[in-house]
Every structure is written in structure tokens, then in C-alpha cells.
């Protein structure tokens, strides 16, 4: 994405949906948006100023000020999200993608949002983590009635406290949210705030899994746990812009958890703080300093640091299926079988047969494997030195000295001072290990070592 395209897109892919205006006079012409790029961050042109953050793959929704309160329109309705350049996904969504646009107001704003319904269902919105009157809390069937296909409700309410919130249905939940419906929320402090320092980046972004049978385009919604794509705002790598910041910068990252397991997040070449919660700042005393950090399901974690090394640092989901794409599910572990012979064979019966992962499955991020249409690789992406072998939960954080600053362009690939990178050690050739060499050992350890077996315990106890 270059500069140009970074902003002329933001502009015009800003446009007003379909929903009829004349039936929708009375509110906020609902605004829609048709680009997964990242959106510049939106500098608020009325009420209270903040500093604006930056959605990854996403974008924040514009409001109008009428009489003090700031007015936002959701419209709940079925968007096709392209996870990844050509894999589009129909899912649900807001505002003409999924996740939803992120609403940004200021600590004690009035807020009124009006939320329209284009879903062939019932639905509600909740405000996770919110301080409001039990009637706003967005829960179908017991603080409101559920919100029918085609009608609008509309829900106000003052944001009491700052910080990081989301917003989900709560109604028919699992099928909704299977089918991404979820978005990002953040209050920013009205005054200099003791726990909530200034940052000069300010990035936001949700955790988020699919169900979505490779070939086919539509996320299964009766899945529990077993989902096969793992994403950042509904973009799975390479498909996920990159967080490029300029040396020196305090860079918040704020990531929040509605899949149904936990992600460990993890960033490289760097120590972060988590400074807040969806229950607030952290205080100061009880911040300690890490390199992951575990985000739960139904939490937010706020991330806070100084990014002062350069380079192309990895930001991670530490589960290393989640950085994978479809195709990682089923395969049986080859690794030491001989397939010598046997592909030929298979390959009589089944043309496009090919041998996978007999030395580990490296090889898989480079072959130009036959997959089905609408879906991505397992392993996919290229580097400067080659494959990365990643997907999924995945991108790059982009640490640069001539970054300027308000700049989000990415600068292309780090340029490694001489001498700074991994390099082959000359005349050092040794081959791969074979089974044969491997010495056999009857009870599982090491045959030239001494076993002890722990006196006083059940030694399987472990
Ligand atoms: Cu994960």
C-alpha cells in the first residue's frame, strides 16, 4: 500500500450504503465502508480532540454531533470479507465489513448509536466492559428486546470511564459471532490521565476464528472449538497490514479476545507492558515487563512500549497452529517415513498425489501446492530470504528511523546493517540425521545415561 492509495482509499471507499434514506432521515446517514486497508487514523473534525487510533485492516466510524451527543450508526448486515488477497469469506458484519467499524469518543461523551438491522435474524448490540443503565447493556431477552430483522433501536448512553471495549451481539451469539460479528471500542481520556500515558502509535485489533471448509466461502456456525482460520480483524497473514512505526515511538497495541480460546500474543525484539484491561489502566506498581501476553476469551489486553530497535519484528499468536492457514488441520506427521516409491505409485491413482511433510513440512511454505479455490495456504508468504511458512494470526512489526511521524506507510523490507544476519558457516557440511543412526532405547531415555527414577512418587504422575 503506498501512500497514495493509502489515503485516496480511505476517502473514497467511505460511501453511503444502501439502506433507504428517506426511511432513515431522522438518523445519521449510515456510513459504510468498502476497503479492508488500514485507515488512517481519523482526527476527530468536532467535540473533544484525542488522539486517534489506528484499526489494523480496518477504520473508525465517523459520527455527527447534534445538540452534544455524538451520534453513530451501525448497520448490522451480511459483508464479504476478503481475509486475504482473493479469499473472500461471507460473513456478518457492520457497516459493510467485518469487524465492525471502531467507535472512538472521548471520557463523559453522550453517546447515542442506532442500530439497524439487515440480518435475516434477530440481534442486539452489547458494550463490553461498559458503565452504563442496565437497559443499554445490549443482553436480548433481559435488559431488551431483541432487535428484529429490519427495525432499528437505538441506545445512549455516557462513557463514564476510558479505555479499551468491544461490541458484540447477544443474540444467538454463537451463530453471530462465528459469523463475525464483533468490533472495537475505545473511550480516551478527557484530561492528562496518572495511568493512561501519551503514545505516538496507537494500534487496535481483534482476535478472531472461522470455520471455513476450504473451497467454500461461508464460516460454519455450529463449530465449538475446532475452528481452522485464526485472524487479526478478520485478515490472516499475509493479508494483515504491517504496524510500521518510526524508532523511538511509544507504541500502544490493544488486542481484544472474542474467539473461544486463548491467544498468547507475542512480539519480538522488544519487553511491553500491559498497561490496561477492558477493566481499566493497570497501576503503575502492578506492571511488569514481558514478551507475551495471554489474551483470554472475552478479554483485552493493552500493550505498551518503546520501540527502539529496528528491523521487521514478528507480532505473533505463540500458538503455532494459529499461525497457520486451513490446510494445517488433518495431516498425519510424516516426518521419518520413507515415501520412496509409494507416491509413484499413488501418484497412477491420484495425478495431483504429493508427498507432504516427510522431513518436516518446511517444504510445504514453498511448493506451489494445487488448493482449492477460495482458501489460502497452510504456509504461505515470502520474506526477503525466502518463505515464512506462516498464515493465520500473524504480521510484522516495522521498526524504522526515518519513518515520519503520523507515517503508516509500510517501508518495504528492513535493510540489515552488514554483518547483522544469520549467515552459513563455510566448509561445515554435515547430512541430516537418518533413523538408522539414531540409537534405539529400550525405555525412553538416553542410552549412554544414567536413569534414576524419583523415589516417593508415581513416576507416570507427571
Ligand atoms: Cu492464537
Redesign the pocket.
Same mark, same amino acid.
Given at each position: 500500500m503506498n501512500r497514495r492509495n493509502f489515503f485516496a482509499g480511505a476517502a473514497t471507499a467511505v460511501a453511503a450504503t444502501t439502506v433507504s434514506r428517506v426511511s432513515m432521515a431522522a438518523l445519521p446517514e449510515p456510513v459504510s465502508q468498502g476497503s479492508t486497508a488500514t485507515a488512517p487514523p481519523l482526527v476527530p473534525p468536532n467535540g473533544r480532540p484525542y488522539n486517534p487510533v489506528v484499526t489494523l485492516n480496518g477504520w473508525t466510524l465517523p459520527w455527527r454531533m447534534n445538540a452534544g451527543v455524538k451520534e453513530f450508526h451501525l448497520v448490522a448486515e451480511p459483508v464479504v470479507r476478503e481475509m486475504a488477497p482473493g479469499f473472500k469469506v461471507n460473513m456478518w458484519g457492520y457497516n459493510g465489513q467485518s469487524p465492525g467499524p471502531t467507535i472512538e469518543v472521548v471520557e463523559g461523551d453522550r453517546v447515542r448509536i442506532f442500530v439497524t438491522n439487515r440480518l435475516p435474524e434477530h440481534t442486539t448490540v452489547h458494550w463490553h466492559g461498559q458503565r452504563l443503565p442496565n437497559g443499554m447493556d445490549g443482553v436480548g431477552g433481559i435488559t431488551q428486546p431483541h432487535i428484529p430483522p429490519g427495525k432499528t433501536f437505538v441506545y445512549e448512553f455516557t462513557a463514564r470511564r476510558p479505555g479499551t471495549f468491544m461490541y458484540h451481539p447477544h443474540a444467538d451469539e454463537m451463530v453471530q459471532m462465528a459469523m463475525g460479528m464483533m468490533g472495537f471500542w475505545v473511550t480516551h481520556p478527557k484530561a492528562e490521565h496518572p495511568l493512561i500515558g501519551k503514545v505516538d502509535r496507537d494500534f487496535c485489533f481483534l482476535?478472531g476464528s472461522f470455520d471455513v471448509e476450504p473451497g467454500s466461502a461461508t464460516p460454519k456456525v455450529n463449530t465449538m472449538t475446532d475452528f481452522n482460520i485464526?485472524s487479526f480483524n478478520s485478515r490472516v497473514f499475509p493479508g494483515i497490514d504491517t504496524l510500521n512505526v518510526r524508532k523511538g515511538d511509544r507504541v500502544r497495541i490493544r488486542a481484544g479476545n472474542l474467539t473461544m480460546?486463548n /491467544?498468547?500474543i507475542h512480539i519480538h525484539g522488544h519487553e511491553f507492558e500491559v498497561t490496561g484491561t477492558d477493566g481499566g489502566p493497570v497501576p503503575r506498581t502492578a506492571r511488569w515487563p514481558e514478551v507475551s501476553v495471554d489474551v483470554a476469551v472475552g478479554q483485552m489486553r493493552q500493550m505498551e512500549f518503546i520501540a527502539d530497535e529496528e528491523g521487521d519484528w514478528a507480532l505473533h499468536?505463540h500458538?503455532s497452529h /494459529?499461525t497457520m492457514g486451513p490446510m494445517g488441520h488433518d495431516v498425519p506427521t510424516m516426518i521419518g517415513v520413507d515415501h520412496k516409491g509409494v507416491a509413484e505409485k499413488i501418484r497412477k491413482l491420484v495425478p495431483d498425489y504429493m508427498v507432504m511433510g516427510d522431513k518436516g513440512m518446511a517444504d510445504m511454505g514453498e511448493m506451489e501446492m494445487p488448493i482449492p479455490d477460495n482458501t489460502v495456504p497452510m504456509m504461505t508468504g515470502t520474506g526477503p530470504f525466502g518463505s515464512a511458512e506462516m498464515g493465520g494470526?500473524f504480521t510484522l512489526l516495522k521498526v524504522r528511523r526515518d519513518q515520519k511521524p503520523g507515517d503508516y506507510r509500510d517501508p518495504g523490507w528492513f535493510r540489515h546493517p552488514a554483518g547483522t544476519v544469520a549467515r552459513e558457516v563455510p566448509n561445515a557440511n554435515v547430512p541430516p540425521a537418518t533413523r538408522k543412526e539414531t540409537p534405539a532405547s529400550p525405555k525412553g531415555g538416553r542410552p549412554d545415561a544414567t536413569v534414576r527414577k524419583p523415589s516417593g512418587h508415581d513416576a507416570h504422575n507427571h
Open positions: 482476535l485464526w480460546t /491467544h498468547p499468536c500458538k /494459529h494470526m
